[in-house]
């Protein structure tokens, strides 16, 4: 390899990245004109540069490197598998055992209402298979009216057209005459943004927040006729939105509400599956039992891409007996190297007792870290769930007084992060993060220290930009 393409310096690979390069959700001119970072190696939970800076990864790659970077038994079992069985499809009455093994393995880590798995070769395939699969469902029951999918703004649920669809981003709908037919969006539990519109909610509290929140599914539901809705979706806690955190409300509420109109339940687990928020899947955490589950990035650590769907016996049995040829697959559904990893990843998670650590350990002790960050001056709301964690940049602490929108605080703040070594995403005005599972007390402490310095460094800058005033 090293004939075929000798070492190159920064500046070199700057200049074929913004060459040829067309980056996801990026603007390409602004990023050519300024350069790429170059992420040459990691190890654990660091990343380093061409120009040798360590940074730490607090946001797991993007939502998905959960056992951290360099783990043998992932890479074994991947190259074991390319040589053994590069690929082989799963169209043709034929199957590969590490598709078989990870179907079973996933029938046993899900919840009781799930046994069969479909796989995908990311998150947004898999919810364009829930789209298809819900619907196929109401045709075989004999009501091909509900064709109807309710969703929340901010949701992400991956950038296909009915991910996109179902997603609730404005930017992302502005752009290719998005959502598709039947998709409808309601508003997201976040009470922060709830009480910004409505001065008068001030005085309401989370629970209650949580029953009203929950209730906008039902209004809708009423809205358009329950005999045209055919599922919700949401994620259990919303990432890419900026890690907003449900009242312990909202999710039980949904779920009568869904039982009680007979509509199927949706779980995005794309992000909270497999331990994130310290349960294995994020729907028990947050106590909801969905009929379908969408995963993708922790399935494999982010080693290689897969996604898929979790079936609930209610859907899978009326496919299985009713349903005949369901016409959907991917080349790459059931993929053996994607599948083996997976594989790898799930027995070494449940061997190093992650997600326990999660909910008795490191989730905790992020929280209570998180906790002590809601006196600093710049931070107003402070959440977490598991090892996601989101902090509100605010104008005014006490006051909540949210900066305006020409006063990009989240990108300024991100900026000092980066040039510190501390990889910490923005949305909008919310720094989130989202470490590996493997993360320890120790890395945390460590974390806090960059996130309290990058806010003190943020807070000295807004100030000289005449934004506090
Ligand atoms: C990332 C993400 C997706 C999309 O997954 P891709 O693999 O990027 O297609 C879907 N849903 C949620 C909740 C996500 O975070």
Not at 187 to 214: N, V
Not at 402 to 410: L, S, T, Y
Not at 434 to 462: F, G
Request: one cysteine or more; proline letters at 6%; hydrophobic letters at 45%.
């Amino acid at each position: 390899m090293d004939a075929l393409l000798p070492p190159r310096g920064t500046a070199q690979w700057q200049a074929a990245d913004a060459a040829h390069f067309l980056h996801p959700f990026t603007d390409f001119g602004a990023l050519a004109a300024q350069g790429s970072r170059i992420i040459t190696r990691a190890e654990q939970l660091y990343l380093w540069d061409s120009e040798g800076q360590r940074l730490f990864d607090a946001m797991s790659g993007l939502w998905c490197v959960n056992v951290g970077y360099g783990q043998q038994a992932l890479i074994d079992a991947a190259t074991r598998q390319l040589q053994q069985l590069p690929f082989y499809n799963a169209f043709f009455q034929t199957a590969t055992p590490p598709a078989i093994e990870l179907a079973e393995l996933l029938a046993e880590l899900t919840p009781p209402q799930f046994r069969h798995a479909f796989f995908t070769g990311s998150g947004s395939e898999g919810n364009d298979t829930v789209v298809r699969m819900v619907r196929r469902y109401w045709d075989l029951q004999g009501q091909p009216d509900r064709r109807i999918l309710i969703s929340r703004n901010n949701a992400y649920h991956g950038s296909t057209m009915a991910g996109a669809s179902l997603g609730g981003m404005k930017s992302m709908h502005a752009q290719g005459g998005l959502p598709i037919p039947g998709i409808v969006h309601i508003d997201q539990p976040y009470l922060a943004a709830y009480r910004r519109q409505r001065p008068a909610a001030a005085g309401l509290d989370e629970e209650e927040f949580g029953l009203i929140a929950a209730r906008w599914l039902e209004k809708k539901v009423l809205e358009l006729g329950p005999h045209r809705v055919a599922a919700f979706i949401g994620e259990p806690v919303q990432g890419a939105g900026g890690v907003i955190v449900p009242p312990a409300s909202y999710w039980p509420e949904i779920q009568r509400i869904c039982d009680r109109y007979d509509i199927l339940l949706v779980s995005d687990e794309v992000i909270t599956g497999f331990g994130r928020t310290g349960h294995w899947f994020g729907c028990e955490t947050q106590g909801f039992r969905p009929d379908l589950m969408t995963f993708a990035k922790g399935v494999t650590s982010g080693y290689i891409p897969l996604g898929g769907v979790m079936v609930g016996e209610r859907v899978a049995r009326t496919l299985i007996e009713l349903g005949g040829e369901f016409e959907h697959g991917y080349t790459y559904s059931g993929h053996p190297v994607a599948c083996a990893v997976a594989v790898a990843n799930l027995q070494l998670i449940r061997e190093q007792r992650l997600v326990e650590r999660v909910h008795d350990d490191v989730g905790p002790y992020l929280a209570e870290q998180f906790a002590t960050l809601a006196g600093h001056p710049l931070v107003g709301d402070v959440q977490t769930s598991g090892l996601m964690g989101a902090l509100l940049l605010v104008r005014e602490a006490a006051g909540q007084s949210p900066f305006r929108p020409d006063q990009p605080v989240g990108m300024v703040c991100r900026g000092h992060c980066f040039a510190q070594g501390l990889i910490m995403r923005a949305v909008g005005d919310r720094m989130i993060v989202a470490p590996p599972l493997i993360i320890s007390r120790a890395q945390i402490d460590e974390m806090m220290a960059l996130i309290r310095h990058c806010l003190d460094l943020t807070l000295a800058d807004v100030h000289s930009r005449g934004w506090l005033a």
